[in-house]
């Protein structure tokens, strides 16, 4: 091949690649520019031709500078910059601009080579949202257990003294108080422990028009008065798979980051629910919209809006514009993820100053619900059937043996899994419950429970802890527990559980 033909081929190579490609002389003005280019930076190909490579078509400063104070740069320049596109959308490009030297080494010009990596910078932002979320959720995990087995002895025997105390008394109203406290800190926990769990299997489908409007309810309660509130809840008895406590916590803390933005002015928010049909893929948070249906929830206020440089921090746990932060905020991250734990997507609209639109949309299940069985009447035990109880934490113990006894069973309590397996191998037939946790030293519940049945297949057991993605995954393998119970749980719940167990 001859130097005409490598120089055709050089230029059609050039003309026809997708990345941006500039020729500039000593002083940065451009002298030569392909298509590519062109597109990107949103002029024509003669427009741009004499034109300086800087503020006008760099849109960054500092290149401009150096090439309008006559130096010259003697090796390549490598850095990002961030472009506004035609479409009014940023766009990351990574900028290489390398010096053209004569036979005597003296710079004559130089080559500019442009790459779009705004898919890239992107996924690197979501990729570490993504770790930090994690790394949040290995501490949640660990925080949640500890304090879970603080509060299930508060509930359970705070409910017990309350129904030792006659209604309408001053002693009855305190131990209530306590009951609310406590689950109020349990429901606290159970939205820390959302950070990093990502259920194996779909949740059940749920109607998503009732979780919505039980939620407005609470919300408008207490609602200030100078926001004026409006909804429109027309998707019926449209299903989505998800999880309603994670989707009632995203309604409220919506909700409470308009009213935020608005305060102290008055302002209006709004809330509707309807059925959507996307036909391209969007853009969108946690993940891209795919064309599909969605049931599309959208809270929107005329508050003050979310400056740029902020938007892509709004779902870190912690995060708050506010200069003190009441109260045990954990900002939008839990609306981060219980859309991402429904398989949804997220779409921002905000300007300062102009109010804010979040826009979740949640994939639509067209498939029939099971339909729940109606809950049986609760009774309580008699008959004093005997139950083997294992817990490590003498306090969870201790309680869960004064309730059970309240209820009419025996109870044998053990602290150490060996010990109460060693008990069940003397005399098998004389339990009819095994109730046990499953995080436990030297022996977990589960296999506790696997080698209790190994000596009495039939005999039923109740596996209860403070890790509700352990539980999940242990449903999903463990066929042989009656039920699973997360910790901390109020008494009619274990009541319902040992009286089905023992049916």
């Not at 003697?74 to 479409?87: L, V």
């Not at 309590?413 to 339990?431: H, I, K, N, Q």
């Amino acid at each position: 091949m001859d130097k005409k033909q490598n120089a055709q081929l050089l230029v059609s190579a050039v003309e026809n690649t997708a990345g941006s490609f500039l020729i500039l002389d000593s002083r940065g003005i451009i002298r030569y520019v392909n298509p590519a280019a062109a597109a990107s930076i949103g002029m024509s190909l003669h427009g741009l031709r004499g034109k300086p490579y800087g503020r006008e078509t760099l849109q960054f400063d500092e290149l401009s500078s150096l090439f309008s104070s006559g130096e010259t740069l003697d090796r390549p320049w490598k850095g990002r910059i961030t472009r506004t596109a035609m479409d009014g959308t940023d766009q990351d490009t990574e900028v290489i601009i390398s010096p053209v030297t004569d036979a005597a080494g003296k710079t004559t010009g130089y080559t500019v080579l442009e790459l779009d990596v705004t898919e890239e910078v992107k996924r690197q932002k979501d990729l570490e949202h993504e770790r930090r979320i994690e790394v949040l959720g290995v501490l949640a995990g660990g925080i949640a257990h500890d304090f879970n087995n603080v509060l299930q002895p508060i509930l359970i025997n705070a409910e017990l003294v309350s129904d030792l105390a006659p209604c309408g008394t001053q002693e009855r109203e305190y131990l209530d108080q306590m009951i609310e406290a406590a689950q109020l800190g349990r429901n606290l926990v159970n939205r820390i422990k959302m950070f990093g769990f990502r259920k194996k299997t779909p949740f059940n489908p749920i109607a998503l028009s009732p979780v919505v409007r039980t939620a407005l309810d609470s919300f408008t309660r207490s609602l200030p008065s100078n926001i004026t509130f409006r909804q429109w809840i027309s998707a019926e008895e449209s299903l989505v798979r998800a999880d309603p406590t994670q989707i009632h916590h995203l309604i409220i803390d919506l909700c409470m980051n308009a009213v935020q933005a608005i305060n102290p002015h008055r302002g209006f928010l709004g809330v509707s629910l309807k059925e959507i049909d996307v036909s391209a893929a969007v853009p969108a948070l946690v993940t891209d919209l795919k064309p599909g249906t969605y049931v599309k929830l959208t809270v929107r206020d005329t508050g003050t809006g979310i400056r740029p440089e902020l938007q892509e921090h709004i779902f870190d746990p912690f995060f708050t514009t506010e200069k003190t932060c009441r109260g045990t905020w954990l900002g939008l991250a839990t609306v981060y993820e219980a859309a991402r734990n429904a398989g949804g997507s997220i779409l921002l609209h905000s300007k300062a100053g102009k109010g804010t639109r979040f826009e979740v949309c949640l994939p639509l299940y067209r498939d029939a619900p099971d339909q729940p069985r109606a809950p049986e009447p609760q009774a309580t035990g008699r008959g004093g059937k005997h139950i083997l109880l294992v817990d490590d934490n003498a306090a969870d113990l201790c309680s869960l043996k004064g309730l059970l006894v309240h209820m009419g069973y025996r109870v044998t309590a053990v602290s150490d899994p060996g010990d109460a397996l060693c008990l069940f191998r003397e005399t098998p037939e004389d339990f009819a419950l095994l109730i046990t946790d499953q995080v436990m030293p030297r022996m977990r519940g589960h296999e506790l429970i696997t080698r209790v049945h190994g000596i009495r297949k039939d005999i039923p057991v109740i596996l209860c802890s403070g890790s509700e993605e352990t539980l999940h995954e242990l449903q999903e393998h463990q066929r042989d527990i009656h039920a699973f119970i997360l910790k901390p749980f109020p008494k009619s719940l274990l009541a319902d559980a040992v009286r089905r167990a023992l049916i």
